[in-house]
């Protein structure tokens, strides 16, 4: 057969596996030692293990309940080249158990189940396998099962008389022991006997079609009807060969959009594909993985999938596993599964469980162990589906999929008119069985019992009684959404009105399937609607751009998300960081026109072209409104219509050219076909000429694609290669070659991956938290900022998880990296108990770690079990997974994570221990590499611990330092403090006076912004000069400092009793570094200027008018800039308003510019000043001059805040009140009328020398411009600034 014919044959292979009875009986090691492994974990040790065991024998297995090895008996044809047949995984795949045996009395019903191999590349061929049993004609064979049945009986015997020999020594209780022995004696011979004279032996057989699209019902008929050929007592019309030839040979695929109708052994099989404008095929029945799951775990299971989360499924079913695998990757359009994904997991490849990558898997259950005794190597971030229990276990901090609770509404319509119930049928209530059997459109058009056919019939009231009805109404009263409205979609068009080729039942499947992923489908269009407008094409010429693909953005994420509704907000952030929706993008890039696209890339952009001109009549873009999907009737009629119009009709099945005596089979065996006539096709096939064209159109436009791209075939194909494996070590296991080489391999790629993984995203991290900065570094693009920084740390600690548990070698807990942590913590107390040392050897005392400037409190020491210590005291922490995250948090923001991991993984011995020679962790140079790459993080800082655990109790350390001149040795007063953060404050804390140092514990206050220190002004010497004031957080280690270096007492300085102190993170200085010298060092932290107006006027900073109009241009573009950022990476805005270098300062320049020389030991502030001025304005208020009604508003205005701030309850001086005043004007945006108004006031003229700034018009003017650009922005104060004022 030509290369021509490739992908248009309807299937490639015919397969028969089953007992080779030359070979004999050999035992299936794999799987066999796989079930003696779990068998013996659920030993104590005192169960017997038999020596055959290592040979892969189980001998407490009764042999009709053990396995053997199974072998692809035939194929036909021998081999195509575009398909190479793959002995060794069809014969896994075909018959995953191996061989199994049973008697007459046994249940012998043949068995259908699909699978699906996918190669490297990600291609992929679907299986569709039979196995019934047919009777064992071999002597030999009989001989050798009743040999074994001897030989196990006995062991079971010795077995029961031991027990019961030491149960009778131990009771005493003869007669009663020996009757229990009989009957144990009698159970086994009468359950486990075989007896070659009596019983009929019959072993398991397969016959199997591989094909290149997955026709499930087609090849399931077809392989039902060949079975039933050589059961039934009448031979069939023609010989075997025929049915086999035509179905390889004369039976095309139908084209695109097309429907086949062919000849089976005893009826017509009619297939049909969907048109290029549709839905890829998928003949899968989805509405049983609803069934099997139910509706809520199935958008569960869904959102797993979309975040790429390792999903395992778990059943005694194959074709379960098959159906729900290809059901969940069929409703993910317009992305598809970039990772691992074999749905059928044989035994042979059970150590792939422990691959370090996201994955989508089938592990087959024996059906009598229940989950606890599955040990699986990680499952932080595993979604376990456990499908015969309708249950699934999810990860912790998965995100809700947008529109939740409407598109379960949705779904429900559409299950509960085909009689499903959206909780499933496993579990279901009477009310709901009922409506397995019928169709509600049915009830709905019912005139016969009263029902009037207008009326919406509303499947609430039908459901009144269903448990998960009620559920349901229950949450989604809460969101506004009436289930009463659910209301039954009554089709468009009946079936009667079209007459179908297929029986009713699956054409009801066919509809159901399109209804339901067209409602998926929908979702994605209209959440990814405008998503064209933030692809970002390259700039370089393709070539570079592939080349350089893990640089390039191909996504402007941070806008994209800025434009959605905040709910949807958990969800997209992490989404848009999967790599199948960078594959999608990718692909998005690489083809431009429609003739390039592949079918989902065009069938997806059609409809959301649609959308989009929908909504410029409508606008509903960018709300979280939900939108019904409206394609479902189209879609439904397009099925319908090629149903009931075959397109194509294959050649029947006819004699072949066969000798006499040939084509004969004996009734109850399948036989081995003739090799002869099936080996070749025909030399004429009308199908061939048919495909051509359109082959050569496809590979026309593929080398129109390439030229496009400027690059050769060689250059794509690595390409895409590279795209599909970014991110993962191995994209498919091998099913073919399983020798240890080829496992070492594969660990070692996944090793490299790893390696990769967190190569790119610690990159990805520091570019995404530098932002601008990393830009101007060249990291990277603007649009890069702005994906949750909760996102990227919540898939480091995804990745970290997937690191610890590569190569483990006893699973304990669900968190392998806390494992790990409390065997080093544990062997750490150990080794503590035994040297019997109070000091931890746990401590570093690291003489490098930051220390506070200007303070007496010592560094905390560096403790990895001390840190472990904190998270285990956080009650709110409740799971092993959660604690990890936690503790990854701390180290984070500590800048420890590096430090840390490097301190756990140098107890080698452990590592020994827990993990095996493969594992990432003994890898020694990859694990340098990883701790060099996580060591990069120390470059920024984060606050992931402290923002994320906001409610826990922390200890604080606070110490205040006295100014060194003037100890306040002498100091009588009680001196109080009260702290304030991003989120809370401490209220008032009384100080010990004595010691002026204390550790107090308090809800998290987040970032630290502010201290408000005051004294009581008790006994003789109530005046006390403050240094500053320390704070630090004792769980992060980080440390604020608050300069004052100003006094607080009556009749002292501005005559102050409390302050408002603004600081900031404390610089990191190393001992080294600290020399002293004359000149002072530089500011590293905010401190407050003196400001008021010195004794000796030589001691005041002497600005020219150039150099404060510099700062105030200065202070003001930081508060722009602020407003200006994105929210979340604003910073402080009250040290932009009071600390150093803010506007107060700045302002502070202005009125001190020029301000008369004060009298001999008198202190004259701004604010007397204002006062004057308060009273000027007041006094003209009063007086008959008439104003313009502005200057009236504005003096009014500004006296009345003037008067606000002194009658409030508050000791905080003159400086004081000229801080509060500018905060005040600055948020209710006067600042600008005010400087107008007190440049025009009189009192200028008594207070300020003819050179002031204050007297220069146009130095006012422009100074008045820059204020009012404060107008546009919303400023909100801190409550601790504005405290005890009620404007």
Not at 1018 to 1046: M, Q
Request: proline content about 5%.
């Amino acid at each position: 057969m030509t290369a021509n014919t490739a992908g248009c044959r309807f299937a490639d292979y015919f397969v028969i596996s089953g007992l080779d009875v030359e070979t004999g009986l050999e035992p299936d090691e794999l799987s066999a030692l796989c079930q003696f492994l779990q068998a013996s974990k659920g030993r104590d040790g005192a169960g017997r293990v038999s020596s055959s065991a290592d040979e892969g024998e189980n001998y407490e297995q009764s042999p009709l309940r053990r396995t053997f090895k199974s072998k692809v008996l035939a194929h036909y044809p021998e081999n195509v080249e575009w398909n190479p047949f793959d002995q060794d995984a069809v014969g896994m795949l075909c018959m995953p158990k191996g061989l199994s045996f049973k008697t007459q009395s046994d249940n012998r019903g043949p068995q259908f189940h699909s699978f699906i191999i996918t190669r490297e590349d990600g291609s992929r061929t679907y299986g569709f396998a039979l196995t019934f049993y047919e009777e064992v004609a071999s002597k030999q064979i009989c001989s050798a099962m009743q040999t074994l049945y001897h030989m196990h009986n006995a062991d079971q015997y010795d077995i029961l008389h031991t027990s019961s020999t030491i149960c009778i020594s131990s009771s005493g209780n003869i007669s009663d022991n020996c009757s229990d022995l009989s009957t144990g004696v009698t159970k086994l011979q009468r359950f486990n006997s075989y007896d070659i004279s009596k019983d009929t032996l019959y072993v398991s057989k397969c016959i199997c079609l591989i094909a290149p699209l997955p026709f499930m019902h087609a090849c399931k008929k077809v392989l039902e009807q060949l079975h039933q050929a050589v059961t039934s007592p009448k031979p069939p019309p023609l010989p075997l060969e025929s049915y086999v030839y035509n179905i390889l040979y004369e039976v095309p695929l139908p084209p695109a959009g097309r429907s086949l109708k062919f000849l089976g052994v005893y009826g017509p099989i009619v297939c049909q594909r969907p048109g290029t404008n549709e839905l890829p095929l998928v003949d899968f029945p989805i509405h049983e993985m609803f069934e099997l799951l139910g509706l809520e775990n199935v958008l569960q299971l869904f959102t797993c999938a979309l975040l790429e989360i390792q999903i395992l499924l778990y059943s005694q079913h194959y074709q379960r596993l098959m159906t729900v695998a290809e059901s969940i990757t069929a409703i993910l359009f317009p992305c598809q599964w970039q990772h691992v994904y074999v749905p059928i997991l044989p035994a042979s490849l059970l150590h792939f469980l422990d691959a370090p990558v996201p994955y989508l898997m089938g592990l087959h259950s024996n059906g009598q162990d229940d989950r606890s005794k599955l040990e699986l190597p990680h499952e932080a971030n595993l979604c376990f589906v456990d499908i015969d229990n309708h249950s699934i276990e999810l990860p912790e901090d998965l995100p809700q999929f947008p529109n939740k609770l409407e598109l379960i509404q949705e779904i429900s319509e559409i299950l509960m008119a085909f009689g499903i119930p959206p909780e499933g049928n496993l579990h279901c209530s009477k009310s709901t069985s009922k409506l397995k059997d019928f169709k509600e459109s049915n009830v709905v058009c019912d005139k016969k019992n009263g029902n009037v056919a207008g009326l919406a019939l509303s499947t609430y009231e039908l459901l009144k009684e269903n448990e998960t009805m009620v559920r349901l109404q229950a949450l989604v009263k809460r969101t506004g959404v009436s289930l009463e409205k659910l209301e039954v979609r009554v089709e468009a068009g009946s079936n009667k009105d079209f007459k179908v080729h297929c029986d009713e039942e699956e054409l009801k499947i066919h509809q159901l399937n399109i209804q339901i992923r067209e409602i998926f489908a929908n979702r994605f269009t209209q959440m990814f609607a405008d998503y064209e407008v933030f692809v970002i094409q390259p700039s370089h010429d393709k070539e570079s751009w592939f080349n350089n693909r893990e640089q390039m953005q191909n996504f402007d994420k941070a806008s994209f998300l800025s434009d959605q509704p905040e709910p949807y907000l958990p969800f997209l952030s992490r989404f848009l960081e999967t790599q199948m929706f960078a594959s999608f993008i990718d692909n998005k890039i690489m083809c431009h026109d429609d003739d390039e696209k592949d079918q989902i890339l065009r069938v997806f952009d059609t409809r959301v072209d649609k959308i989009r001109t929908l909504n410029v009549r409508t606008p509903t873009l960018r709300t979280s409104m939900y939108q019904k999907c409206t394609t479902i009737d189209a879609a439904e009629k397009a099925i319908k219509l090629r149903l009931a119009k075959i397109d194509h009709t294959a050649v029947h099945p006819h004699l072949l050219d066969m000798k006499i005596g040939q084509g004969k089979y004996e009734c109850g065996f399948f036989p081995k076909l003739q090799p002869d006539v099936l080996s070749s096709s025909p030399a004429c096939n009308k199908w061939v000429k048919r495909s051509a064209p359109a082959q050569w159109r496809r590979k026309d436009r593929q080398k129109q694609h390439t030229e496009h791209l400027h690059l050769d075939n060689d250059q794509r194909e690595k390409y895409i290669q590279e795209a599909r494996s970014l991110g993962t070590g191995v994209r498919q296991p091998k099913l073919s070659n399983l020798s240890p080489s080829v496992i070492a391999h594969t660990n070692w790629k996944f090793v490299e991956g790893l390696l990769k993984e967190c190569r790119n995203k610690t990159k990805r991290m520091l570019v995404e938290k530098m932002g601008r900065e990393a830009v101007e570094l060249g990291h990277g693009e603007v649009t890069l900022t702005g994906v949750e920084e909760n996102t990227l740390i919540a898939s480091l600690c995804d990745l970290l998880e997937r690191i610890w548990s590569h190569g483990l070698q006893v699973k304990q807990g669900k968190s392998a990296l806390w494992s790990h942590l409390l065997h080093y913590q544990e062997s750490k107390e150990k080794n503590e108990a035994l040297l019997g040392t109070t000091s931890s050897p746990g401590f570093i005392h690291d003489q490098d770690r930051r220390k506070i400037d200007s303070s007496c409190m010592p560094p905390l020491k560096i403790s990895l079990t001390r840190d472990m210590r904190h998270i285990q005291n956080i009650g709110e922490i409740k799971t092993d997974v959660g604690k990890a995250r936690a503790w990854v948090r701390l180290s984070m923001e500590k800048k420890l994570l590096s430090r840390h991991l490097k301190q756990l993984l140098s107890d080698h011995e452990l590592t020994k221990k827990l993990y095996k020679r493969y594992a990432f962790l003994r890898c020694d140079d990859e694990k340098e590499q990883f701790l060099y790459h996580l060591l990069s993080f120390n470059a920024v800082d984060y606050f992931c611990f402290t923002n994320a655990f906001t409610t826990i109790m922390i200890p604080y350390h606070v110490l205040v330092v006295p100014s060194k001149k003037l100890g306040g040795s002498m100091f009588t007063a009680n001196p109080w403090i009260c702290i304030s953060g991003e989120l809370g404050e401490t209220g008032i804390l009384q100080i010990p006076k004595s010691i002026l140092e204390m550790t107090f514990e308090c809800q998290n206050l987040g970032k630290l912004t502010t201290v408000l220190i005051g004294h009581d002004n008790s006994g003789l010497y109530a005046k006390w000069l403050v240094d500053s004031v320390v704070v630090r957080n004792e769980i992060t280690g980080h440390a604020y400092r608050f300069p004052c270096g100003r006094w607080l007492g009556k009749g002292v300085d501005d005559g102050s009793l409390e302050r408002i102190l603004v600081g900031e993170l404390a610089s990191a200085t190393l001992e080294t570094d600290e020399r002293h010298c004359r000149t002072p060092p530089m500011q590293q932290s905010p401190s407050m200027i003196r400001r008021f107006v010195n004794i000796t006027p030589a001691n005041r900073p002497k600005l020219n008018t150039g150099q404060i109009q510099e700062s105030v241009g200065e202070a003001i573009n930081g508060i722009v800039k602020h407003f200006h950022k994105p929210e979340k990476e604003r910073g402080s805005l009250t040290l932009l308003l009071c600390g150093e270098n803010g506007l107060v300062t700045a302002l502070e320049q202005v009125f001190h510019h020029g301000f008369k020389s004060p009298r001999l030991f008198k202190s004259v502030f701004i604010w007397d000043f204002l006062e004057k001025a308060f009273v000027y304005f007041e006094s003209l208020e009063h007086s008959e001059q008439t104003q313009e009604e502005n200057w009236q508003t504005r003096a009014k205005k500004f006296c009345t805040f003037v008067a606000a701030i002194n009658s409030a309850p508050r000791n905080i001086g003159k400086d004081g009140k000229f801080q509060l005043l500018v905060c005040l004007g600055a948020r209710d945006h006067l600042l600008h009328n005010w400087i107008a108004l007190l440049a025009d006031c009189p009192i200028i003229a008594q207070m300020y020398e003819d050179t002031a700034l204050i007297k220069d018009h146009t130095l006012v003017n422009s100074l008045i411009r820059v204020l009012q650009t404060l107008q546009e922005f919303n400023i909100t104060l801190e409550s601790s600034l504005v405290k005890g004022i009620d404007m």
